[in-house]
C-alpha cells in the first residue's frame, strides 16, 4: 500500500454486520500496512470544526507575552502553549518551526465552549475508532474503550508561521516522529506538508481532504498489538513554493489510555508466543518520551 486509503465511518457506526465487517477489514489492513487512513463521515459536524479552527487563530494572533502566561511548565500535566522552536520531535535536529497550545479534559472547560464541544466529539469518534480496533484484533468491542475510560487525551492546537527568515540546516516545521499513545486524530487546513513514511521508506504526502479526519496509530498501540499496527514516523515539511509565506494551522487530538493500564502484547497478536516489548504502564510511557522531547 503506497498511498493513504480512504474510508467511509458510517458503514461501521450505521451499517448492518456484514458491512461493519467490511470497514473493520479496511482499518486492520491501513493500520497494518501503513498506519495512517482518512475517514469520512466522522459525524463531527463541519460547523463545529470551523470554529475552533477560529478560536485557534484567535490565540496564536495574542501577543507573546500573553500567550506566555500559559506557557506549557511540565511533562506531568502536558497542557499550555509552547513557543516556537521550543520543541524538537527530532531530537537529532533543530527546534520545530510551530507553535502549539495543549488543552486537556480539565483544561477545555476554561477555555471556550466550542472547545469543550470538539474534545467530547473527538472523544466520541475516537472510541468509535478504538471500538473497530478491538474488533479486528478478535477482542470485546469494548477492549480498548474501557482502558480510555478516564479520558487521558490531549487536545493540540498548532500553527506553523509564516518564515520570516531563512531555516537552520534541516530545520523543518515539525521533526520526523511518531506518536505517543494509542490514536490521533488530526484536522489539517489545505495549506499541507505533513509526510508520511511508507513500510519501504518512502516519504508521501498527506494532504488535507475535505470532510475527512486523519487517523494514525501511535506507539502504545504498536506495543500492544506487537507490530501488528504500526506506528508510523510523519513529518511537517516547508513548502517549496508561496506557501512558505502562508500560515499552516491543524488540530491534533492524541488519543491516551488510563495511565494505569498496562500496555503488554494482545494474546491475539503473539506471534510463536513472543512479545517484542516488555510491559509497560500508559502513563510511565508517556512521561517517558514527553521528557525526551522537551
Aim: with cysteine; aromatic share 10%.
Amino acid at each position: 500500500m503506497v498511498t493513504i486509503p480512504v474510508i467511509d465511518l458510517s458503514g461501521f457506526t450505521n451499517g448492518n454486520t456484514t458491512t461493519r465487517q467490511g470497514v473493520v477489514k479496511q482499518i486492520y489492513q491501513a493500520c497494518h500496512e501503513i498506519g495512517f487512513m482518512y475517514l469520512q463521515n466522522s459525524e463531527i459536524s463541519k460547523d463545529l470544526i470551523e470554529q475552533v479552527f477560529i478560536y485557534s487563530k484567535s490565540f496564536f494572533n495574542l501577543p507573546l507575552e500573553v500567550k506566555q502566561k500559559q506557557a506549557w511548565s511540565d511533562e506531568f500535566n502536558n497542557t499550555g502553549y509552547v513557543a516556537v522552536e521550543r520543541e524538537r520531535l527530532d531530537p537529532n535536529k533543530p527546534g520545530d518551526l510551530k507553535e502549539a497550545f495543549n488543552v486537556s479534559k480539565q483544561g477545555a472547560v476554561g477555555v471556550d465552549a466550542c472547545v469543550v464541544a470538539f474534545y467530547d466529539s473527538c472523544t466520541e469518534l475516537a472510541n468509535t475508532v478504538l471500538q473497530t480496533f478491538a474488533l479486528a484484533l478478535e477482542l470485546p468491542e469494548d477492549f480498548f474503550t474501557t482502558r480510555h475510560s478516564q479520558h487521558n487525551h490531549t487536545l493540540r492546537f498548532l500553527h506553523y508561521p509564516p518564515l520570516q527568515t531563512p531555516p537552520k540546516p534541516q530545520q523543518v516545521r515539525a521533526g520526523e516522529h511518531s506518536d505517543y499513545g494509542s490514536i490521533t486524530l488530526l484536522f489539517q487546513d489545505p495549506i499541507g506538508g505533513l509526510e508520511v513514511r511508507t513500510t519501504a521508506g518512502e516519504w508521501i504526502g498527506a494532504a488535507a481532504i475535505p470532510d475527512t479526519v486523519i487517523v494514525n496509530t501511535g506507539d502504545l498501540m504498536q506495543r500492544w498489538t506487537n507490530n501488528v499496527f504500526c506506528s508510523t514516523k510523519h513529518r511537517v515539511m516547508i513548502p517549496k513554493d508561496d506557501r512558505v509565506n502562508q500560515s499552516r494551522y491543524s488540530i491534533a487530538f492524541f488519543c491516551h489510555p488510563n495511565d494505569d493500564v498496562e500496555i503488554a502484547c494482545l494474546e491475539s497478536c503473539q506471534k510463536e508466543n513472543s512479545s517484542i516489548y516488555p510491559p509497560i504502564l500508559a502513563g510511565e510511557y508517556l512521561l517517558q518520551r514527553l521528557q525526551a522531547t522537551y
